[in-house]
């Protein structure tokens, strides 16, 4: 079935670092693809989508590419700020008729000043 | 704020009981998901509504079952609860096609004693 596995964390950066969280897929036919982002005490956000291969899905500095050779959706920002430390989701929606989303574990992410 | 409420925000209980939550989804929106939040299972799809029809089924345990009203709100009912039901619950909501982007409310964090 599908899947997303995204790299562990926590990350621990220091502000204005370059931000990688990697993310991968398994599906079959041609998902959809999310980054969703948990800040403490509250509910999911999209932070952005890609729904076909080679989009690049990009909002508030973070940008993600649909990389279909690779079955890869990593999610970067160039300079990491103190107020972007999050749970960081990396999900997918299957080409089906249902709208259910297929989540990753999860990366947290703390910016130390 | 995404326009989904979801009450109420905590809610303690004991074993063996049984609670509902409740999900108002954004105006116009006629889909409904519920997702849990658990720190061994991490976010997993619950069920969906679509206009008061049930459209898609996940990992929901047979105790727990779902409804959508001609109003639209949708309640999640939980019986029978066992400690490993302690976790946050999510509510999202689209529109009409299952390819539109799901906003999410704030949750309903349960604990079970």
């Known amino acids: 079935g599908n899947s997303v596995t995204q790299m562990e964390g926590p990350v621990t950066l220091s502000e204005e670092a370059f931000l990688t969280i990697n993310c991968t897929y398994t599906?079959?036919?041609?998902?959809?693809l999310f980054w969703y982002v948990q800040y403490p005490g509250e509910g999911l956000q999209l932070l952005l989508k890609a729904t076909k291969a080679d989009d690049k899905g990009s909002n508030k500095g973070f940008e993600a590419t649909y990389r279909k050779e690779t079955t890869s959706f990593h999610l970067e920002k160039g300079s990491v700020q103190v107020s972007d430390s999050a749970v960081y989701f990396c999900a997918l929606r299957g080409s089906g008729n249902t709208g259910k989303l297929i989540f990753g574990q999860g990366t947290t992410l703390q910016v130390k000043p | 704020d995404s326009g989904v409420t979801q009450t109420p925000k905590h809610l303690i209980t004991a074993t063996g009981q049984r609670v509902t939550l409740r999900c108002s989804p954004r105006s116009g929106d006629l889909s409904v998901y519920w997702y849990q939040q658990s720190l061994d299972q991490g976010l997993q799809f619950l069920i969906q509504?679509?206009?008061?029809?049930?459209?898609a089924k996940g990992n929901i345990l047979e105790r727990f079952s779902a409804q959508q009203f001609p109003d639209l709100h949708s309640e999640l009912n939980l019986s029978s609860l066992e400690l490993g039901d302690s976790a946050l619950y999510f509510c999202a909501s689209s529109r009409m096609d299952p390819q539109e982007t799901q906003y999410f409310g704030p949750g309903t964090r349960l604990l079970v004693l």
């Open positions: 599906a079959t036919g041609y998902p959809s």
């Open positions: 509504y679509y206009n008061g029809e049930e459209r």
